[in-house]
């Protein structure tokens, strides 16, 4: 797919000016996506169920540019203030999709973005950043240019951006669930954008909750972008990419089938698989903090006593992703509350779910 387009300029001196806003939610990674190669393409297929309230609102505010500069006019705000870090940030990414919007050099940006969620959580928020940033642009690109018309287009094209600025974020333009990644087993999957897969899962995992276990709200000692440039001399790398693609195999006919237990052994391997990837990255490192372990036995333990689907999952920090079926949900709660929140910083949980995906909101 090739987005590059030289031509999407807008007409000197009849500039106009608007605002979108889109809220686009986080995700949790089942099959993992760790490693790439290229511009943000991925080693291997991966698959995440979309959530609900853990989820970014931003607003673009765009107008003609009044100095004449190369680069990118943008004024940035975060839950009202000034970043400069979070601003670099989105300041390189747009620069870096100058060649797909040429037209972003002509336009003075206003972003303002906040998130649901307490930002010294500790919880990655790259994913639903950039995904509602990327929701905003291709949005903007509609309204100036009438294009892409259709909603399939939109989506494919927003996740294609939403990539670019981080992997992950790709996979949270659809609801329920996400594929990014090519594997022959899904048509129309690709490396270069997010495909939905709600039509592949079985109607118990639309029902899915994720609370979110907040064990430490420290910030990463290691982020996913140096951690995905270690894996380029792990010496598993290779093993490790097979092994992906194996259990996206059995992810797949798992989720088909509704065959709760192999989903929950594959998604909890999968966890330590990209923790036992860091620690044996050069130099290693470990983001598991002692509670994120004594929360694992727990719910193994919770697990073995009830014989509830209750299974954990890791993001690539400290915090727990405790997945079950919706009907179980006023049992689990009474569970997390009792034996998980104590293991928590400040008792702090998000009690999420599988969300409908992004969602267009009032500018006003
Ligand atoms: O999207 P990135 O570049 O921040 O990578 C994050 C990768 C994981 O969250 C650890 C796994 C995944 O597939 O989401």
């Known amino acids: 797919m090739n987005y590059q387009n030289p031509q999407l300029m807008l007409e000197p001196g009849s500039i106009p000016g608007g605002a979108v806003r889109w809220r686009s939610p986080s995700n949790i990674a089942i099959v993992k996506y760790w490693g790439k190669h290229g511009v943000q393409l991925p080693r291997n297929p991966s698959f995440s169920f979309t959530l609900d309230s853990a989820a970014t609102d931003t607003r673009v505010a765009y107008g003609p540019k009044q100095n004449h500069g190369a680069t990118i006019d943008l004024q940035f705000r975060f839950a009202g203030e000034e970043r400069p870090d979070f601003a670099d940030r989105v300041s390189r990414f747009l620069e870096s999709l100058l060649p797909v919007y040429p037209f972003l050099r002509q336009l003075q940006l206003q972003v303002e973005t906040d998130n649901s969620f307490p930002h010294s959580a500790g919880i990655a928020s790259s994913a639903s950043a950039m995904s509602a940033l990327a929701l905003c642009l291709v949005d903007i690109e509609r309204i100036l240019f009438g294009q892409p018309e259709d909603q399939a287009d939109f989506n494919r094209k927003a996740s294609y951006l939403a990539r670019l600025g981080s992997g992950s974020a790709s996979r949270s333009i659809y609801g329920q669930s996400a594929i990014w990644g090519q594997t022959g087993e899904v048509e129309e999957s690709s490396d270069e954008y997010a495909i939905p897969s709600a039509e592949l899962t079985h109607p118990v995992f639309h029902t899915f909750h994720d609370d979110i276990l907040l064990i430490s709200r420290s910030e990463k000692s290691v982020s996913s972008r140096a951690g995905h440039g270690l894996m380029e001399n792990n010496i598993y790398a290779d093993n490790r990419y097979a092994q992906a693609r194996q259990r996206m195999h059995e992810l797949l006919r798992a989720l088909r ?67 079950y079926p919706g009907d179980l949900y006023p049992e689990v709660r009474q569970y997390v509350r009792q034996e998980l929140l104590p293991l928590c910083a400040d008792q702090q949980y998000i009690a999420d779910k599988v969300g409908t995906g992004p969602l267009k909101l009032e500018t006003e």
């Open 257 to 323: 089938t509704g065959d709760l237990e192999k989903f929950g052994e594959i998604c909890e391997s999968e966890a330590l698989t990209l923790h036992a990837l860091m620690m044996t990255s050069s130099p290693p490192y470990l983001l598991m903090e002692p509670n994120t372990l004594a929360a694992i036995r727990s719910i193994q333990a919770y697990r073995r006593d009830t014989g509830h689907p209750v299974y954990f999952t890791l993001d690539a920090g400290p915090n727990i992703h405790l997945l």
